[in-house]
Each structure stands twice: as structure tokens, then as C-alpha cells.
């Protein structure tokens, strides 16, 4: 397990911001040479501390304006019903994420849709797949905060 010291964690933070910064720049900015920095990040991606670098895309610049939060209620617990689940949500790009919760609700399904007429159709396409219980789903007025960074 590799120990995560403040220059790791300096690292990690203008990466979390910015993937595309030149290795220069970020050596600069963490107070390390070119080579030092480069065999930390080379370790924190080899520990799978650094997992991917992505680019983030304006969603409603692609039309994908709407963002639904689907809570699904399923009475089938069981292990090949949720690797049916799985497959099928995997499977279908508008599905961002996938959680299984605690409480009252089974599923939480995050997704990006261009209006209601897509969301019907994603939804249809779900309920085609997979047996579900109960899908009921809230539309995201406002997007007050949206973030990757984790705090370190």
C-alpha cells in the first residue's frame, strides 16, 4: 500500500483540477523536479490511486440537459437478478451511475438525458430489461454544486 504524503496529495489536487497540466508546470507548482514527480504520479497510478484521466464535457453544449435521479425498487434480491440489473444499466451509455442504497430505496440511478420524450425512452428500455418493483424519478432543476475533486 503506498503511503500518501503532502507532496502526493499536492499532486493530486491540481491533477483533480486540471488532468492536461505539462508534467513541467506541475513539478513546478509541487516544488519537485521533472523526474521526481513523474515516478510519483507513475506510483500513484500503478497503486490505483490515480484510476483515469478524463475530459469533462459541457453536458448541455452535447444536448444532454436533463439530468434524471431514478430511485428503483426491486422485490427480487437475488444474485442473478442483480447481475441482470448490472449488465443492463452498464450497457446503457445515458446511465452515469449506479448505487445500491440502504433504507427504503434499492437503487439510485444518475443519468443524462436531452429532454422528458429521451427520459421515456430510457426509462422503457430499463423496464424492458430488467424486472423492477417500483422507478420513480426526479428531474434536477438547479445544479448548485457538481464535483470530481475528493478533498485530500
Not at 11 to 18: K, S
Not at 28 to 33: F, I, N, P, Y
Not at 124 to 143: G, K, T, W
Amino acid at each position: 500500500m503506498l503511503k500518501i504524503d503532502d507532496t502526493d496529495r499536492r499532486i493530486l489536487n491540481v491533477l483533480q483540477r486540471d488532468a492536461s497540466v505539462s508534467l513541467e508546470a506541475l513539478a513546478d507548482v509541487v516544488h519537485l523536479s521533472r523526474n521526481a514527480c513523474w515516478r510519483r504520479i507513475k506510483a500513484l497510478e500503478a497503486e490505483g490511486v490515480i484510476s483515469a484521466r478524463v475530459t469533462l464535457l459541457d453536458p448541455v453544449k452535447l444536448g444532454l440537459g436533463l439530468m434524471v435521479f431514478m430511485m428503483v425498487r426491486t422485490n427480487a434480491h437475488a444474485p442473478d437478478w442483480l447481475e441482470t440489473f448490472s449488465t443492463a444499466t452498464r450497457g446503457m451509455p445515458e446511465i452515469l451511475g449506479v448505487y445500491r442504497m440502504t433504507g427504503d430505496l434499492d437503487y439510485l440511478i444518475r443519468a443524462r438525458v436531452a429532454d422528458m420524450a429521451d427520459y421515456d425512452r430510457l426509462y422503457q428500455a430499463l423496464i424492458r430489461r430488467v424486472p423492477l418493483s417500483d422507478v420513480s424519478a426526479s428531474f434536477v432543476m438547479e445544479q448548485i454544486k457538481d464535483t470530481h475533486q475528493l478533498p485530500l
